[in-house]
């Protein structure tokens, strides 16, 4: 999952006109880029268009508008957001939890179970809430993170330098040469396995860095199955995307 950086500077941001509404595009000079490029991200709905020199840019935004049909059909399959709030159904583990509001005492946000029903409860002021729901879901991603990365580093006996969780756009996890993990918070959301390969995944970087015979052989030596978890994130990944703070 390590990806080389590019240099992508954003020179500015235009409004286009999309099917009668106004989309903001990110015009990017990138010179490793070969052409002109527009660009509409799966998850987040983010338009870019990606030129390879300043003489391009001239053009980048009337080049965009040639492409305002195929740009109109790759946002309509954007999911939509699920803002996070009571009665929104968010996923923990791979499992749907229902947002309920909670009782003063037991905290900012916690987990219930009961009754048949799994539920993700927060506690305080309505205006709130969604960070609050937030800050626990971060919390629950970072030990569960720093709990497998323990266990997967000890097999292959190194120490990550650093483990960072954030909330990364194009990737699940990343290894650096100097052995600094970073993961989203959004595998929190998945169910175990998936979170538990993209440990493994990155943990094997930190001896392997390069997707070679040798790698895979580590990974599945870490985990065991690997073609489960892609698939599901092929298959779902982007819908993990779509929780977020209201706004």
């Not at 409860?121 to 879901?137: I, K, N, P, S, T």
């Not at 970072?142 to 756009?169: F, I």
């Not at 040469?177 to 094997?204: G, M, Q």
């Amino acid at each position: 999952m390590r990806k080389m950086k590019a240099t992508r500077k954003v020179a500015r941001r235009e409004l286009l006109a999309i099917e009668g509404r106004p989309v903001e595009v990110s015009v990017r000079l990138n010179p490793r880029a070969r052409r002109l490029i527009v660009k509409v991200h799966p998850s987040t709905g983010e338009v870019s268009v990606v030129a390879p020199s300043q003489r391009a840019l001239e053009r980048a935004v009337e080049f965009a508008r040639g492409q305002s049909d195929w740009i109109a059909r790759q946002l309509k399959r954007v999911p939509a957001p699920v803002a996070l709030g009571v009665g929104s159904l968010v996923p923990v583990r791979g499992q749907d939890h229902v947002v309920r509001e909670g009782s003063a005492g037991r905290g900012a946000a916690w987990i219930e179970t009961g009754g048949g029903e799994r539920a993700l409860c927060v506690a305080g002021h309505r205006e709130h809430h969604a960070r609050r729901l937030l800050d626990f879901l971060k919390r629950e991603a970072r030990r569960e993170l720093e709990a497998r990365t323990r266990e997967y580093a000890a097999r292959v006996g190194l120490k990550p330098r650093r483990l960072t969780v954030r909330d990364t756009a194009s990737r699940w996890g990343s290894c650096s040469t100097s052995r600094s993990l970073s993961f989203s918070w959004r595998l929190i959301l998945a169910p175990p396995f998936v979170l538990d390969y993209v440990v493994a995944h990155e943990v094997a970087h930190m001896r392997e860095m390069n997707h070679g015979p040798a790698f895979w052989r580590l990974v599945r030596e870490i985990v065991g199955d690997t073609r489960r978890p892609q698939k599901w994130l092929r298959d779902n990944g982007t819908m993990l995307h779509r929780y977020a703070m209201k706004g």
